[in-house]
Nanobody
Framework: QVQLVESGGGLVQAGGSLRLSCAASARSFSTYTMGWFRQAPGKERECVAAIQWSGGRTYYADSVKGRLTISRDNAKNTVYLQMNSLKPEDTPIYYC???????????????????WGQGTQVTVSS
């Protein structure tokens, strides 16, 4: 069982920055594909960024390209989401998710992820 704990959410003004962190309890963290998802009330959960287990491939939703950056530190079992130039529409709860080793398969679909954190709230004021 993998436990994921997010931190770093909070209130920020539009145009500001936040860095989310997700600490994983997995012994083989370096083999997990990691993703950041968000879900606004009444909407489906969407992937905003994902990084392959090797770090060689990343995915970004069109709405966040150029503003959000996902990275991982396998020595610390942690994945990060640097969020810059935040907009009010970036507001919902952000979830960290992990997918067990899957070789070259790289997905940003929520159904493909095995473990989820409890979420951290990001609020961007206009």
């Amino acid at each position: 069982q993998v436990q994921l704990v997010e931190s770093g959410g909070g209130l920020v003004q539009a145009g500001g920055s936040l860095r989310l962190s997700c600490a994983a309890s997995a012994r083989s963290f370096s083999t997990y594909t990691m993703g950041w998802f968000r879900q606004a009330p009444g909407k489906e959960r969407e992937c905003v960024a994902a990084i392959q287990w090797s770090g060689g491939r990343t995915y970004y939703a069109d709405s966040v390209k150029g503003r959000l950056t996902i990275s991982r530190d396998n020595a610390k079992n942690t994945v990060y989401l640097q969020m810059n130039s935040l907009k009010p529409e970036d507001t919902p709860i952000y979830y960290c998710a992990a997918r067990g080793y899957s070789g070259s398969y790289f997905s940003h679909e929520s159904r493909d992820y095995d473990y989820w954190g409890q979420g951290t709230q990001v609020t961007v004021s206009s």
